[in-house]
């Protein structure tokens, strides 16, 4: 599935595995203990299967269907994959015993399931893994030649686990490995990012491509200091590649269970993407695992769906949007099935729902990170002033090292202790949550994207198609608002036309009839301070107010209603940094972009604390930022506040209205410009407001000591 250059649909990759007798047949399913090896409990032999099964897409194409997203998409045609596709990563040999199980009976299947780890072979196997091969292959024939922009292919069985001479944990082929492969050759691809959000580590991946300075791989999965499946030294942190592919595979490990949207948010903000921008990839492929979502009994975690569309709305600012998600784990049927759609519906760039829970990661998520950023230091530039240190004494040590004793010395083993079985009754729950909690983050589509209110300069025909033309609102209706804001402003004509644009706009996005919108103001100081009256006037509790450049607002700060960021050249006193003024001074490199550190690192993780209800990015005169930093921080803040965005430029210049029009309708993603490492003066200041603000927004934590600092 994909989304079309016009954003009116998605490309759909669908195949392999659909009919219920093909791939882990449901009268001959079997599985072996994958699991939780500390326990040093084995599960009872199952002559079952009862996770990776046909419904996992079943589900997952009805709760698509449901939602109307599927006649939002593009069909792509499902193909085999061909035997030399599948040798750009396995070897004939292992292709030649998948073959060979085609013909097989019961227990010949048997015999050779049993030479690997956790697969199970049927007759029709190897053509539903041919089939998810295609259908992937596909997939980015569709992205790569520009009939869509992006898509998702459901298909079974998953591949990140297969390797070259080996099936591996359901995997058969390495759907994700031989698309990177294939596209490079292809397509002359010299730099492909592989994001792989699975709970448990793509072995197979790794080993392709870690000595590939060309793949840059990226996986968070649950490890718990080597005893979770596959239980593999080289999931830990510093397995950071060989050879000249040194700094190019980053593993995130999972010490503890129980991992949630926070802490994903914070790998993201502080590990992937600093180091993404940084590589500038020209494809992104996703193993797109659900088993890291809510209620899986494999992962344990309790990300909720709307996670997913988040992590993708980051990813769909790299590449130019050419993102290619492609199905891997997910065993819980209705987290499963709502993750995809939250995918599928961010890859139709629909808005954001607002994102649940207290943004606060954990100490062992911080303990993860700080431990990645250490062992990826040397390799790229945006970490190379970071005091990260890699730590070996682990909070959870010593936690684990305690469940390890009581677990050992137990002879009547409990539910609790054999980590990663199901238990339905915990499995219910779930479903009924999920049920609740998607009624409240859902919300209608608006019918336009963006409006506009520009009279001067720029030409209707110069912004984007889908960026709507606002009309002027009613004179009589606009002099009663304003009159009851300030009487004197009734009489300054060019005041009361700047109002009426932004309050044409603005009503427009508060009514939910536009997701975002853009106006003109000569004087936006003025308009920003009335615009935030009507927002509270109107309902809103919370508004993150982002000023690019110097401009003096007179507002009262202290209940919390208004978050005041200010990005300037100018110094600013110490006593204007607060909890809810923030004063960033930016010098920013001319012909670069520069601006990736103060985002990520910064502005992001406040902005996620914050949890804003609508945003509102003024660009003022002596403005410390360019065009391409401004379009950056437009397109990254879309994933907060139902991507409600009201842009106030008082200096008119076509090029920045054109770029901010684009980067807030979703046409196509904006140039952000070369990327540059920050000056390290500007390191400093982001470092300074670090220190001084993380105990108030604990996004901001990338180490321990900042952890600690903030409790």
Same mark, same amino acid.
């Given at each position: ?116 780890? #956790? ?13 998810? $091969? ?18 998702? +292919? @459901? ?24 698309? +990177? ?11 492909? @990012? ?24 990226? /996986? ?14 080289? =999931? ?22 129980? %991992? ?27 193993? &797109?695992?659900?088993? &890291? ?9 309790? #990300? ?11 990813? %769909? ?50 303990? =993860? ?5 250490? !062992? ?7 970490? %190379? ?38 238990? /339905? ?25 963006? !409006? ?20 002027? %609102? ?30 044409? $706009? ?17 004087? +936006? ?5 009335? !615009? ?31 978050? @005041? ?41 406040? +902005? ?20 391409? !930093? ?72 990338? =180490? ?8």
């Amino acid at each position: 599935m994909g989304r079309t250059n016009e954003g009116g649909g998605a490309g759909w990759g669908g195949g392999g595995g659909f009919t219920p007798d093909s791939w882990a047949d449901k009268g001959n399913r079997k599985r072996r203990q994958r699991g939780h090896a500390a326990a040093a409990v084995q599960r009872q032999p199952s002559p079952e299967c009862d996770i990776e099964v046909p419904e996992r897409l079943l589900s997952s194409y009805e709760q698509l269907k449901h939602y109307h997203l599927v006649e939002r998409c593009i069909h792509v045609p499902v193909r085999e994959g061909t035997e030399e596709e599948i040798m750009l990563v396995h070897s004939s040999e292992y292709l030649e015993v998948v073959k060979s199980t085609q013909t097989m009976n019961e227990e010949e299947l048997r015999r050779v399931s049993e030479n690997y780890d #956790a697969v199970y072979f049927h007759p029709n196997t190897y053509r539903c893994a041919k089939l998810a $091969v295609g259908a992937t292959l596909q997939l980015v024939d569709s992205v790569m030649s520009g009939k869509v922009c992006n898509g998702m +292919a @459901l298909v079974r069985p998953p591949g990140h686990h297969s390797q070259r001479n080996a099936a591996n944990g359901f995997c058969v082929f390495n759907n994700v490995a031989i698309a +990177a492969q294939y596209a490079k050759r292809r397509y002359g691809l010299q730099r492909i @990012l592989i994001v792989d959000w699975d709970v448990h580590h793509g072995q197979g991946i790794q080993y392709v491509f870690e000595e590939d300075p060309s793949v840059l791989y990226y /996986s968070w999965h649950r490890y718990e200091h080597q005893q979770f499946w596959p239980l593999l030294r080289e =999931s830990d942190y510093d397995a950071v590649g060989q050879g000249k592919g040194k700094g190019f595979n980053l593993n995130v490990p999972w010490n503890k269970v129980g %991992m949630g949207n926070s802490d994903y948010l914070a790998a993201f903000f502080h590990v992937l993407l600093p180091v993404a921008f940084e590589f500038v990839p020209e494809l992104i492929l996703v193993s &797109s695992g659900y088993d &890291s979502g809510i209620g899986d009994p494999e992962g344990q975690m309790t #990300a909720t769906p709307e996670c997913f569309a988040h992590l993708t709305h980051f990813l %769909m600012q790299l590449a130019n949007g050419r993102v290619c998600a492609v199905l891997e784990g997910g065993y819980h049927l209705k987290s499963l099935s709502e993750s995809v759609c939250m995918t599928v519906k961010t890859l139709l760039r629909d808005p954001l729902p607002q994102i649940s829970g207290e943004m606060a990661p954990c100490l062992s998520a911080v303990e =993860s990170i700080q431990n990645v950023r250490a !062992a990826h230091k040397p390799y790229w530039k945006c970490l %190379m002033y970071e005091e990260a240190t890699p730590l070996h004494n682990l909070s959870t040590k010593s936690q684990q090292m305690m469940e390890a004793e009581l677990i050992q010395t137990s002879t009547h083993p409990t539910a609790k202790q054999v980590v990663g079985t199901t238990n /339905s009754d915990e499995a219910i729950k779930t479903d009924r949550f999920l049920e609740s909690h998607m009624k409240k983050i859902l919300f209608p589509v608006p019918p336009v994207k963006t !409006a506009s209110a520009i009279v001067s300069k720029v030409d209707a025909h110069l912004l984007p198609i889908s960026v709507q033309v606002e009309m002027e %609102m009613n004179a009589q209706e606009l002099k009663t608002l304003v009159s009851a804001f300030d009487a004197e402003l009734v009489k300054e004509e060019k005041a009361l036309l700047s109002l009426q644009n932004v309050l044409a $706009v603005l009503d427009k996005i508060l009514k939910k009839k536009v997701c975002n919108g853009i106006a003109e103001s000569s004087v +936006a100081s003025v308009s920003t301070t009335f !615009a935030l009256k009507h927002c509270f006037d109107f309902g809103l509790q919370r508004v993150l107010c982002i000023v690019v450049g110097d401009m003096d607002l007179e507002l009262d700060l202290d209940d919390g209603k208004i978050l @005041l960021m200010n990005i300037c050249q100018k110094q600013q006193t110490e006593k204007t940094n607060s909890k809810y003024h923030i004063s960033l001074n930016w010098k920013e490199d001319a012909g670069r972009n520069n601006f990736f550190c103060a985002v990520l690192g910064f502005i992001l993780p406040v +902005a996620y604390s914050y949890q804003p209800d609508l945003m509102i990015i003024v660009i003022g005169p002596n403005r410390s930022l360019g065009v391409n !930093a401004i379009s950056l921080l437009t397109c990254l803040l879309q994933g907060l506040a139902e991507s409600r965005i009201l842009v106030v430029i008082q200096d008119t210049e076509i090029k920045l209205v054109q770029s901010v029009a684009k980067a807030l309708s979703g046409v196509s993603t904006p140039d952000f410009g070369a990327y540059a490492p920050a000056f390290q003066e500007n390191f400093l200041e982001i470092k300074r407001l670090r220190d001084q603000l993380q105990q108030e927004w604990k996004m901001l934590r990338c =180490s321990v000591k900042d952890w600690i600092s903030g409790n």
